[in-house]
């Protein structure tokens, strides 16, 4: 009896062990976890912090790699990673390996080239990598579903490719809208397996690089990253200045400025400049200018309609002179006077003057 008791004791020990971490790795396989290594991969002075950053490389459709077996040259050869997510290896046939790391794949190969070498050795390099597919969301000029290539050549060294990052993405989105909260912006991705599979999240203050130059927030994309940008409560003038002056953002953008300027129609200006600005390019406004007429489209959906009296002393970046965003439309309204004014001359001769029209309306 107390040698079954042992044994099932010892059985309970083994489920344990062995089965649950697979179940709880099932359940938490959609929770994103914060991450410090994530969060400071692009640190250079911290040389643990850069292993733990290769490590997050998930292989898939595309990768070239580079497979040597020590003792086994004639073995040695590059093998593409094809749509199925499968290489054909020496012995091996099709071996499965979308999704693992660079040393989980060299542990499973060991593992399984232990049936036909003995202590079997082998080193794997990524040669060539595949395109990167990132979905931007949130305060991004043209937010989507991009793809990104590493930049390089096939003549040199597989680790003389610059992998794209964070900046590089945005600015293929046309930069950040003036309410993107550049403070905290967060990545998502996947997680490999060895660490606990899931998904992580880091979040990153680009705002450090546009002010500062701080490189390490300019972070590496993996295939597969989400990158959310969430929107500010108020428009911050800094970061937006700040912004405009990088090449973050296209140099130029369109608005539309209608009614009583000079110059009506479809205009295109510096980016970062304010509605009095756009209205100044556009001849300024006439004679007898009432109330100005905003409307703005957000990514959202969402509409912002302001209706003010026109101020060309108005401090820039406040709401009578807002800074300006693609697709912006300003419709510079005429006085009650100017409005009938206008009709009058489109039905009236040529010889009817400004003169009598203020006499008829003195009256």
């Known amino acids: 009896m107390k040698i079954l008791f042992t044994r099932n004791f010892i059985g309970s020990l083994f489920f344990i062990f062995i089965f649950l971490p697979l179940f709880s790795s099932h359940l938490n396989s959609e929770v994103i976890t914060e991450n410090l290594n994530f969060k400071e991969l692009n640190d250079k002075n911290n040389s643990q912090k850069q292993e733990n950053y290769i490590s997050f490389y998930l292989l898939g459709p595309g990768d070239l790699l580079q497979i040597k077996y ?13 749509s199925e997510g499968e290489i054909n290896l020496p012995e091996l046939n099709k071996v499965y390996v979308k999704g693992l790391t ?10 399984k080239y232990k049936e036909f070498i003995i202590n079997p050795k082998i080193d794997i390099s990524v040669k060539r990598y595949r395109p990167v597919s990132i979905y931007i969301s949130g305060e991004s000029n043209l937010p989507g579903l991009y793809t990104l290539n590493y ?26 809208t003036n309410y993107a909260d550049l403070k905290n912006i967060k990545v998502i ?28 927030q300019n972070i590496r994309l993996l295939d597969g990253d989400v990158i959310l940008i969430p929107k500010a409560k108020n428009q911050l003038k800094d970061q937006i200045l700040k912004a405009t002056n990088t090449n973050i953002n296209p140099s130029k953008i369109t608005v539309y400025v209608t009614g009583n300027v000079e110059n009506p129609g479809e205009i295109e200006i510096d980016r970062g400049s304010s509605l009095n600005q756009a209205i100044a390019t556009s001849g300024g406004k006439k004679l007898l200018t009432g109330n100005i007429e905003f409307l703005r489209f957000n990514n959202d959906g969402s ?6 009296k026109f101020n060309d002393k108005a401090i820039y970046s406040t709401e009578e002179n807002p800074v300006l965003m693609d697709g912006d439309i300003i419709n510079v309204r005429r006085t009650f006077l100017g409005s009938t004014t206008e009709v009058l001359r489109e039905i009236s001769t040529p010889v009817l003057s400004g003169y009598g029209l203020y006499g008829i309306f003195s009256n």
Do not use: C, H, M, W
Request: charged share 25%.
């Open 102 to 111: 660079i040393k989980e794949l060299e542990i499973e190969l060991i593992n």
């Open 189 to 216: 991705r996947r997680n490999s397996n060895s660490q606990g599979g899931g998904k992580i999240s880091a979040n990153v203050n680009l705002l450090n690089l546009l002010l500062k130059g701080d490189q390490s």
């Open 151 to 176: 930049t390089g050549s096939d003549q040199v060294d597989f680790r003389e490719y610059i992998p794209p990052k964070l900046f590089d993405a945005l600015k293929s989105a046309e930069g950040v």
């Open 70 to 82: 020590e003792g086994l040259e004639i073995f040695n050869n590059d093998f593409i990673i094809n």
């Open 303 to 308: 509409t912002i309609s302001n209706k003010f």
